[in-house]
């Protein structure tokens, strides 16, 4: 019997769902930054619709679009009905081999639906760990700490936790290393603006020229300031302006690409090869510029003096973790300007600060645990990567939480971190999927009241944590899902890294290194290596040398390889899902585009891989993340498959195109409805028309030859675009007569 996702769905409230779910305030996001998020209110829809049967009374099918929209708006008493009914039937185990930071398997708990996750990524294995793993374990659980409200229970305890050893590891912290970060008149300074610097190429001059992308510090109306470099014995210092900065002041940049500044002493231009140069001999420096402090909610700008210099000029501590940032200029512009290793991203005093919390991981764990005994804990159960529950694995949770909050806090204190003069504050390092080379960076005060301090960060993880569903346990392994020993009678719900779009790998080794410092003897498998793995799933070309081709080449055989393993233990009942992009390569392959045959979709990959590994496509629908553009670079979109069970019969590609013609238009009646948007429909289409085209075994081609999936979707797409013409005609001709 056909699924409620292998027929229709309420894409406009699901998709809306999708593109409104964002890291607000006690969202599982806040727990820590990853790339990606598989949104949990749609995933929910989409499993229970998955999940349950298409009702043939039109009545009662008309009932359940109804709960499916309920669901999209998150409605609680639509969850409980849904968890009801789901718990009535007998249902197999959702798996997620890409879990990345737990979306989906959050999705199965908000069902009540067993399920199992990993990745291979051990910092996307630890968030969906976080989220999905530990919770309930611990759900029965009151606080431990001796200043605990008893009435406290389930995640509201462990958060409660949370928060208190989250504040006595800040007073330790503060107590061992609050002497570098001085305050200014006896006020709080909230942060320090810097600049880069290097030597003017002028021979004469040799300055330590400033390298600022902007000199600007305010621009708030009624308190805008700006920090004017001055040439003075020898040295360059910054002196702080009232009023709006004058136009050729604001920056001493030349132009927008590269690295090229003029030198505020001489006039000499430093060149983007001159800077480079200078880079990878290791001889750019930084300079503060100006002290932050807020008054009355009131930002205020103060010179630097000595005080602030001297705390700032200390060294490094000598037990940092390092790792070598990857040779990719998409993601990672610092190393060619010799910034190699991830403690290159970072100041001394930030590097102290980092170091100085996670040295402090281990007591917090048994501070907890012995507090977890003293309060009647099992002194049982043993550590936390066994499974464990007991007094000692509580501590180790806590600590594993409260190195989130460390890792999250690395995010906000390095030089990448730019500084936002309209709003007067920090901005991440991560604003998009990359780190770029910053010129101007702000250093925030961790200590202070700011979006990045440590009171903050934990605050933020802690509401998140009060949040967590915690019905089931959900395991979670750090494995490859390509060789992952699959469950019989599996159902699949995941979302595939799209090719080369993220280097995931890559990119949280930024945060690894952070967490293996605290963790690594909590998790050593998880830690065991010195960075993350590098065999992910993906097609970047510097993980194979440089070949593009070949890259590409070992993606799909990946997949087809994930597939096969599937295919042998998948349920023979339920449909499964793959989230993808559909990407403007796909649309102009499938629309034909001025007969370039040498054009590749990536979708068609996928699908082919899907067919022969033994599958029918039975849907395709788009589930947007964000909301459609001009651009139109890609749609996410979840492919609906089914494991064949009967063997197959074959047809011509003439016999095809008439079984289109005269199938596919009452399939794609419904997409004419109001459950799904004009611009959603051709997606929507091409998975009706694969539905035709996935029941043969092979369709042959007039030469003989078998037809591809490609080809196929060409096909569908032809047909379709006739149908909607022609509806569209109908509809306006009405509309004219009425």
Avoid at 123 to 134: H, P, R, Y
């Amino acid at each position: 019997m056909k699924k409620l996702i292998e027929t229709a769905l309420p894409l406009r409230e699901i998709t809306a769902s999708s593109i409104e779910e964002k890291v607000r305030k006690g969202h599982p996001g806040n727990l820590h930054l990853w790339w990606n998020r598989s949104p949990i209110v749609s995933s929910s829809v989409l499993i229970y619709a998955a999940m349950t049967d298409e009702d043939q009374d039109s009545e009662k099918r008309n009932n359940q679009i109804a709960l499916l929209k309920k669901l999209a708006h998150n409605d609680a008493t639509a969850f409980e009905q849904a968890t009801a009914a789901l718990q009535n039937l007998k249902l197999p185990a959702i798996w997620d081999g890409f879990s990345g930071f737990g979306g989906i398997p959050l999705a199965c708990e908000k069902l009540g639906v067993s399920a199992y996750a990993g990745d291979i990524n051990p910092v996307a294995s630890l968030l969906t760990k976080a989220v999905v793993e530990f919770p309930s374990r611990f759900v029965s659980n009151k606080p431990v700490h001796p200043d605990s409200d008893s009435t406290k229970t389930g995640m509201a305890a462990l958060a409660d936790d949370i928060r208190f050893y989250g504040q006595w590891m800040e007073r330790q912290a503060y107590e061992k290393i609050g002497q570098i970060y001085p305050a200014t008149n006896d006020v709080v300074t909230s942060a320090w603006l810097w600049v880069r610097t290097v030597e003017c190429p002028n021979p004469v001059c040799k300055c330590k020229m400033p390298l600022a992308s902007s000199f600007v510090l305010n621009k708030s109306k009624g308190n805008e300031r700006w920090a004017e470099p001055v040439f003075k014995d020898g040295k360059i210092r910054f002196q702080i302006r009232e009023g709006i900065c004058p136009e050729e002041k604001e920056s001493n940049k030349l132009g927008t690409m590269g690295a090229k500044f003029q030198c505020p002493v001489c006039g000499e231009v430093a060149t983007d090869t001159y800077i480079k140069k200078m880079g990878k001999k290791h001889l750019l420096g930084a300079q503060m510029m100006a002290v932050v402090r807020s008054s009355n909610g009131v930002k205020v700008f103060e010179p630097v003096d000595e005080v602030q210099e001297t705390a700032a000029a200390i060294t490094a501590p000598e037990s940092i973790p390092s790792g070598q940032i990857a040779e990719n200029s998409r993601w990672f512009s610092p190393p060619g300007y010799g910034f190699t290793d991830y403690t290159d991203l970072f100041t001394n005093r930030q590097l102290t600060m980092l170091s100085a919390f996670c040295d402090l991981i281990p007591q917090v764990i048994n501070k907890v645990a012995s507090d977890a005994l003293a309060s009647g804990m099992s002194e049982a159960g043993g550590p936390l990567c066994d499974a464990g529950n007991g007094a000692w694995a509580y501590g180790q949770a806590i600590g594993t939480y409260l190195s989130l909050a460390i890792s999250k806090m690395a995010n906000y204190h390095s030089t990448i971190c730019s500084w936002d003069n309209r709003k007067g504050t920090g901005r991440a390092t991560f604003t998009r999927q990359a780190i770029p080379m910053t010129w101007t960076f702000v250093e925030e005060n961790p200590f202070a009241e700011t979006t990045g301090s440590f009171h903050s960060v934990v605050d933020s993880i802690a509401e998140a944590v009060s949040h967590l569903p915690s019905y089931r346990e959900i395991i979670v392994k750090n494995e490859d899902a390509i060789e992952k020993a699959i469950q019989k009678n599996t159902v699949l719900f995941t979302e595939l890294p799209y090719y080369d779009n993220v280097g995931y790998a890559d990119l949280s080794d930024y945060f690894y290194i952070w967490l293996r410092k605290c963790l690594k003897n909590v998790f050593p498998d998880l830690f065991k290596g010195a960075l993350t793995s590098k065999d992910e799933l993906s097609s970047i070309p510097e993980h194979y040398g440089g070949d593009t081709e070949k890259a590409k080449t070992a993606y799909h055989g990946k997949i087809n390889k994930m597939l096969s393993h599937f295919s042998e233990m998948a349920s023979t009942e339920y449909p499964f899902v793959i989230f993808f992009a559909y990407s403007k390569a796909d649309r102009m392959v499938i629309r034909n585009a001025n007969g370039n045959i040498s054009l590749e979709s990536p979708l068609s990959h996928l699908l082919q891989s899907i067919v022969d590994t033994g599958f029918c496509v039975t849907a395709i629908w788009p589930i947007r993340t964000e909301k459609p553009n001009e651009k139109f670079e890609s749609t996410r979109i979840a492919i609906v498959f089914r494991k064949n069970q009967d063997a197959l019969p074959q047809t011509t590609r003439r016999n095809l195109i008439a079984s289109l013609g005269r199938e596919l238009p009452s399939l794609l009646e419904s997409l004419t409805s109001e459950l799904i948007d004009d611009i959603d429909r051709p997606i929507a289409a091409l998975g009706f028309g694969l539905s035709i085209v996935t029941r043969y075994k092979k369709i042959l081609n007039a030469d003989g030859s078998v037809m591809n999936i490609q080809d196929s979707l060409i096909l569908i797409a032809q047909e379709s675009e006739k149908y909607f013409a022609s509806h569209e005609a109908e509809t306006n001709e009405n509309h004219e007569e009425v």
